[in-house]
């Protein structure tokens, strides 16, 4: 059984005057592709004064459309959800077997499909630079697409950046160094350039102690916390949509929940849209705690013994029905 988690996630702007709010666009929900179960979600909104209506994108993305009538001091959105953290090996995915080696062509109709993320950004000479030092030896495709990440996750320093927006490819290559949201549009432009199709993916990134420490290496983290987190999905044939976090190396697991994912960042921001002119105060704030376990006490015992009564009494039947057998058998013989 797995670990049940709650995340709670609060944004707030403050306006230094009543403004109006345009339509505000809200993507904070899990998308409709994640492998971690959701066991609760809830959204609420302030004002209370608001209409929600629940749309899907075309990229299957849950949006929650926002208007509030009157004018505002504030806009705050707060995310309560409970997720079931199952080990999920990133590997275990199958293959077509034109996919199987790197580099591989989409077939037609698929590649119609995809048109949106095989759209290439214009890049520098550092860009170009490092696109050409990649090796496109044939290879296996997994471990190609492992290498990649690891590559990025080594050249890319992670950096707590503010700033709204993306850096360019080429400053985030000469700085060696960039968010998450930046790293992963690098490495969904690195993808598209050499033929396969990526997307830039949003959501919340959840990691929890480990309960035994590694004999060697790293442990990873010692609190449990969750954030806001971007990292690159690549449609492979057979396995669908893959995850790839170059801010850790690492494929996507069961700590990483999709809440938007698109062709253009813009389309995956957590939360869009236009109000009047003001002065914005902006916070947030995160948490996550692990839920008590589900009590395995009189209910799990009592199905354990009423198991063992039923297995008993299987073995009492079979047993009666063996001696007759036997006997049946003797009085043939005789």
């Not at 409970?82 to 999920?88: D, H, M, P, Y």
């Not at 949201?181 to 993808?191: H, I, K």
Request: hydrophobic letters at 40%; aromatic letters at 8%.
């Amino acid at each position: 059984m797995g670990i049940q988690v709650a995340i709670r996630h609060v944004t707030r702007y403050r306006y230094d005057r009543l403004v109006r709010l345009g339509p505000q666009v809200i993507r904070l929900r899990p998308a409709p592709h994640c492998r971690t179960p959701i066991v609760a979600y809830g959204l609420q909104v302030s004002p209370s004064n608001h209409f929600v209506n629940w749309q899907q994108d075309p990229q299957s993305n849950w949006l929650a459309r926002v208007v509030v009538p009157e004018p505002t001091d504030h806009l705050t959105v707060t995310v309560d959800l409970t997720a079931e953290l199952n080990v999920i090996n990133p590997f275990d995915f199958f293959l077509e077997p034109e996919a199987e080696r790197f580099p591989f062509t989409y077939g037609p109709e698929l590649a119609a499909e995809l048109r949106p993320y095989f759209q290439c950004a214009e890049g520098g000479t550092l860009f170009h630079n490092y696109l050409a030092a990649i090796p496109r030896v044939e290879q296996p495709t997994t471990g190609f697409l492992f290498e990649l990440n690891a590559q990025l996750q080594r050249d890319i320093s992670y950096l707590i950046r503010m700033e709204p927006g993306i850096q360019t490819l080429d400053h985030t290559l000469e700085s060696q160094a960039g968010s998450c949201r930046d790293s992963a549009w690098l490495q969904v432009q690195l993808l598209r350039h050499l033929g396969l199709a990526a997307r830039f993916a949003s959501g919340y990134l959840v990691q929890l102690t480990p309960d035994v420490k590694a004999l060697d290496g790293p442990s990873g983290t010692d609190r449990d916390f969750t954030d806001l987190h971007a990292w690159c999905e690549v449609f492979l044939p057979g396995a669908g949509w893959v995850g790839l976090d170059p801010t850790s190396g690492l494929f996507a697991g069961e700590g990483h929940i999709p809440l938007a994912c698109a062709a253009n960042p813009t389309a995956a921001a957590p939360i869009s849209g236009a109000l009047g002119e003001s002065e914005v105060t902006f916070d947030f704030e995160m948490s996550v705690s692990r839920r008590a376990a589900r009590r395995r006490g009189r209910c799990a015992a009592g199905h354990r013994r009423r198991a063992t009564d039923h297995g008993r009494r299987a073995d009492l039947r079979l047993a009666r029905r063996r001696r007759r057998r036997r006997v049946d058998h003797g009085r043939g013989w005789s």
